[in-house]
């Protein structure tokens, strides 16, 4: 089945960094979404993009749908303590639109 | 988005029991999903809740060990049925108005000893 392959598993980096982090598939997605779960909570949308090379920001966050349908980044810029979590990549499997297949996740640490 | 709600929040039981957990939705939806997440991994999902039909469910999950209600557009339950320790997963559920996008309650934690 499709699968997402996310980078990097995990990152520290110290506040005040970039960050970026990205998600690859061998299949086409029609849509891409990335989801922040903070420690002890469920997962919540950050940013929702729904065509070939749409970049789209959320405050300090911006996200690009590639351009092959395949890949899609998300960055951070200025990171703060309280981006601290789990970031996981998702899109919709094959023709089932509102099921969704979830990248692995890149945790993200930031030392104040 | 919506606001939803899970019941427990988190639970510790003895290996064998049962839990129901429950999902509700600030408003009605069209689609309700469940999900697993075990300890450091991503999300799994295990079925669609159908309202007024039984759920549907993905490949190496089952209705007897997994029994899911949805009685109406705001409401599902979810049972982990004779648990067992390997059954320790945080269980999510989610929600989705149009094609597509997702919106993800708080998660119930569950710890099997």
């Known amino acids: 089945g499709q699968q997402l392959n996310q980078s990097p598993q995990s990152m520290f980096i110290q506040e005040g960094e970039d960050v970026s982090m990205n998600c690859t598939s061998s299949s086409i997605f029609n849509t891409w979404l990335w989801y922040k779960q903070d420690p002890g909570e469920g997962p919540v949308l950050l940013i929702a993009l729904y065509k070939a090379g749409e970049l789209t920001s959320n405050g300090r966050l911006t996200a690009q749908f590639g351009i092959t349908r395949k890949d899609s980044f998300l960055n951070i810029s200025a990171s703060i303590p309280s981006d601290v979590g789990i970031y996981f990549c998702a899109g919709p499997r094959g023709n089932a639109g509102n099921m969704l297949t979830f990248g692995g996740g890149t945790r993200l640490m930031v030392k104040p | 988005s919506a606001v939803i709600s899970q019941k427990p929040s988190r639970d510790i039981c003895q290996r064998g029991t049962s839990l129901t957990i429950q999902c509700q939705v600030d408003?009605?939806?069209?689609?309700m999903f469940w999900y697993r997440q075990q300890p450091g991994q991503s999300l799994t999902l295990i079925a669609t809740a159908n309202q007024g039909s039984e759920a549907t469910y993905e490949s190496g999950f089952v209705i007897d060990k997994f029994p899911i209600s949805r009685p109406n557009l705001t409401f599902s339950t979810l049972t982990v049925s004779n648990m067992s320790p390997e059954d320790s997963s945080i269980y999510l559920c989610s929600v989705a108005r149009s094609q597509e996008t997702q919106y993800f309650g708080p998660g119930t934690r569950l710890l099997v000893l």
């Open positions: 408003s009605q939806v069209t689609m």
